[in-house]
């Protein structure tokens, strides 16, 4: 199975500042999507972001953008002007293209939480 | 609100019991999926249904069963509990099965303690 993995357990942005969020993953795919989904405290997971990784341009929801290197195998998530309202646990996750034993299921990082300070 | 209703929001029990836990999914949606959150392990996909059948298993337990009816909702049931199957268990539905038929929407949780 894909692995992805978050190597930042925990990170720290002071309100209206810019915060990025790493992610790699492993995978002998070409063609697959990925995720970046917010769980805040009330625990239900919000997708934030998706990237087709056919595609070069990066994705871009408001303050929410990737940096989709897909050579590299990294899909970071940009916050800018960061909220109070940004804090969450954040977990990256990855779904292939194509069929394989656990399906269509998304495969997720670990997470990192995410600290917005005023 | 994503539309996926789960029940119990939160449920104790001892060892050794049995638990169900329900969940609706999305108007429409036929897809079901079952994870399961816990500290050590993170989000662990257990079982996917589409349409009443079973269509994808992860890693889930032979203690572990579910099933989608006929009216697409969908039940997990969790035999012989030990301590370790306390998580938060998370329902997910989209439309299809597909490599890209919609997105992935969650339910707010069912939290299982078992003591």
């Known amino acids: 199975a894909q692995t992805v993995t978050q190597s930042q357990p925990e990170m720290s942005v002071q309100e209206a500042e810019t915060v990025t969020l790493s992610c790699t993953y492993d995978t002998s795919e070409s063609d697959y999507y990925l995720f970046w989904y917010k769980q805040p405290p009330s625990r239900q997971m919000i997708l934030v972001i998706r990237?087709?990784?056919?595609?070069?341009q990066n994705a871009t929801e408001n303050r929410f953008s990737v940096n989709f290197q897909k050579a590299a195998k990294s899909f970071s998530l940009k916050i800018s002007d960061s909220q109070l309202g940004d804090a969450a646990m954040y977990f990256c996750a990855y779904r292939s293209a194509q069929k394989s034993n656990s399906g269509y299921a998304l495969n997720f990082g670990k997470g990192t939480s995410l600290l917005v300070t005023p | 609100d994503s539309g996926v209703t789960q029940t119990p929001k939160h449920l104790i029990t001892a060892t050794g019991q049995r638990v169900t836990l329900r969940c609706s999914p999305r108007?429409?949606?036929?897809?079901v999926y079952w994870y399961q959150q816990s500290l050590d392990q993170g989000l662990q996909f257990l079982i996917q249904?589409?349409?009443?059948?079973?269509?994808a298993k992860g890693n889930i337990l032979e203690r572990f069963s579910a099933q989608q009816f006929p009216d697409l909702h969908s039940e997990l049931n969790l035999s012989s509990l030990e301590l370790g199957d306390s998580a938060l268990y998370f329902c997910?539905?989209?439309?299809?099965?597909?490599?890209?038929?919609?997105?992935?929407?969650f339910g707010e949780g069912s939290r299982l303690t078992v003591l």
């Open positions: 997910a539905s989209r439309l299809g099965t597909g490599g890209n038929t919609g997105e992935l929407f």
């Open positions: 108007s429409g949606d036929l897809s």
């Open positions: 249904y589409y349409n009443g059948e079973e269509r």
């Open positions: 990237q087709e990784a056919y595609k070069q």
